[in-house]
């Protein structure tokens, strides 16, 4: 897979999968695979995601992104 990116890269690179599938319901290791990110790193980072208020956690290992995510988490960040 080559160079492991930084926490930064990583996090939008799955801010992209998620943006651009909105309501779309993806497992872990679908959005690791899709982000290029190893499973583990990508489990850490979807927490993370899902602690801010960007994607939410239907059921185990099963995440979706509403529009209406992004905006809130963001107002959060900044």
């Known amino acids: ?8 890269e990583s996090l939008r690179r799955l801010e992209v999968i998620f943006r651009e ?10 959005a690791a695979e899709l982000a290029g990110l190893d499973e583990e790193e990508c489990r850490i980072l979807l927490r993370v ?11 185990s290992c099963v995440f979706v992104c509403r ?3 992004w905006s809130t988490a963001t107002a959060v960040r900044s």
């Open 1 to 8: 897979m080559g160079e492991t990116p930084n926490v930064s």
């Open 21 to 30: 599938m909105i309501g779309v319901e993806l497992v872990d290791t679908d």
């Open 49 to 59: 995601l899902e602690e801010t208020g960007a994607i939410e956690r239907r059921r």
């Open 67 to 69: 529009s209406s995510n």
